[in-house]
C-alpha cells in the first residue's frame, strides 16, 4: 500500500511541474521567461523536470521553478539510468525515453543559441516508469482535443465553400441570394468560433486560476496532522462540496521556519505536504488525478518574521491552493 502511494505521489508531481511551465500566462506573461547558456560554457548535473518535448530537442524546468532551458539532443547525447549502488550498473537508453514529465539530470555545453547541447543524460527509472504512467494518461486526452479541433477546422473550409458559391448566386438575383449568403455567413462564423473554442480549450490545459488556499499549521520539528489541523481540512472540504468543482485541481505545498538547517527543514517541509495529502486520500476521498506535487519549500517563502515565536509558528504550516483548470472548466461549462 506505501508504495502504490508512493507511486501516486510521484505521478502528482510530474503534473505539478507541467501546471509550473503553463503558469506565466496565469500570471499575465506572454510566455515563460528562456534560460540562456553562455557560449562554450560547460554545464554539469543540471537537474530538472521535462515539460515540453521534440524531435531532437526538449525544455527542461528546475525542480524549484523558473527561468526553462532548452536542451538539444545529438547522436552523441548518453541516455542513461543512474548507479544503482556498487554492484548494479547503469542501463543504457534510447532519446525516445525522455518524455514530458521525467526527471533528470544534463552534462553539456552551451551553445551560440544559448541553448544546452547534452553530452550525457541521467535520470532514475523510478521517475521513467512515473513519466510513461503520466504519458499514458495524458496524451490521449490532447489526442481527443486535437481531433475535435481537426473536425471543426473541416466543418469549417466546407462551410466557407458554400458561402463562395452563395456569392456567385447573387449575381444572378440578388435579393434571394442575400439571404442565403446571411445564412451561410452566420454558420461559417458559428464553425469559426466553435474551432477556436477547442483551440482555446487545448491551450487552457496548463492555464489555471487561483480560487482559494487553505492554510494548515504544525508544531515545531513535527509532521504530524493534529487535531486543528484536520479541523481546518474538515471545514474546507465541506466547503469544496458546496461549490462547482469543474476542472479543479489541489496543489499542496509545505513550508517550515528558519529552526534547524536548510536540508533538515526541506525535508520536514515535504513530509508536512504528504500527510496533508494523505489525510485528504483517506478521509475526504479525493480523487488522486485532482491532485499536484506534494512539494516541500523549506524554510523559503516564510509569512512572517522568523525572528519572532508568533512569526515561526506561521511559517510552519502547509497551504493547500485550490485552482480551476481553464480549458476542462471552459469545455464542461460549454457543453451544458
Known amino acids: 500500500m506505501r508504495n502504490n502511494r508512493h507511486g501516486l505521489l510521484r505521478l502528482a508531481a510530474l503534473a505539478f511541474f507541467i501546471v509550473l511551465a503553463g503558469a506565466a500566462p496565469a ?20 537537474r ?8 531532437d530537442w526538449f525544455t527542461m524546468s528546475p525542480e524549484t521553478g523558473g527561468a526553462q532551458t532548452v536542451v538539444l539532443l545529438s547522436s552523441y547525447t548518453d541516455v542513461k539510468s ?19 514529465g521525467l526527471r533528470l539530470e544534463v552534462d553539456g555545453v552551451g551553445n551560440a543559441e544559448g541553448q544546452l547541447v547534452a553530452d550525457k543524460i541521467r535520470f532514475d527509472e523510478q521517475d521513467l516508469r512515473t513519466a510513461q504512467a503520466l504519458k499514458s494518461t495524458v496524451d490521449p486526452v490532447e489526442a481527443e482535443l486535437r481531433e475535435k479541433l481537426r473536425q471543426q477546422q473541416a466543418e469549417q473550409e466546407r462551410l466557407a465553400g458554400q458561402l463562395e458559391e452563395t456569392n456567385a448566386v447573387v449575381e444572378a438575383n440578388r435579393q434571394e441570394a442575400k439571404a442565403a449568403a446571411d445564412k451561410a455567413q452566420a ?18 490545459l496548463d492555464d ?9 499549521n504544525f508544531a515545531t520539528g513535527s509532521s504530524t496532522l493534529g487535531p486543528q489541523g484536520k479541523t481546518t ?9 458546496s461549490q462547482n468543482t469543474n476542472g479543479w485541481v489541489i496543489a499542496v505545498i ?22 496533508v495529502i494523505y489525510y485528504l ?11 499536484v506535487q506534494p512539494f516541500g519549500y523549506g524554510q523559503l517563502e516564510p509569512v512572517a518574521d522568523n525572528r519572532t515565536r508568533g512569526g515561526r509558528a506561521r511559517n510552519r504550516r502547509v497551504e493547500i491552493r485550490l485552482m480551476a483548470n481553464k480549458g476542462i472548466a471552459a469545455g464542461q461549462s460549454g457543453g451544458q
Not at 454558420?187 to 487552457?204: E, F, H, V
Not at 489555471?208 to 494548515?216: G, L, R, S
Open 254 to 275: 509545505g513550508y517550515a521556519d528558519s529552526t534547524g538547517n536548510t536540508a533538515r527543514n526541506r525535508s520536514l517541509s515535504e513530509r508536512r505536504a504528504k500527510a
Open 281 to 291: 486520500v483517506t478521509r475526504h476521498k479525493l480523487p488522486t488525478q485532482r491532485l
Open 208 to 216: 489555471f486560476d487561483p480560487i482559494k488556499t487553505i492554510t494548515v
Open 27 to 46: 500570471f499575465g506573461q506572454d510566455t515563460p521567461e528562456t534560460n540562456r547558456i553562455p557560449n562554450g560554457q560547460t554545464v554539469k548535473k543540471f
Open 233 to 241: 481540512i474538515n471545514n474546507a472540504a465541506a466547503w469544496v462540496k
Open 187 to 204: 454558420a461559417a462564423d458559428k464553425a469559426q468560433y466553435t474551432a477556436d473554442y477547442a483551440n482555446n480549450r487545448i491551450n487552457g
Open 48 to 55: 530538472g523536470v521535462v515539460v515540453k518535448r521534440d524531435s
Open 82 to 100: 543512474h548507479k544503482k549502488g556498487v554492484f548494479r550498473g547503469s542501463k543504457e537508453y534510447e532519446a525516445s525515453y525522455i518524455l514530458r
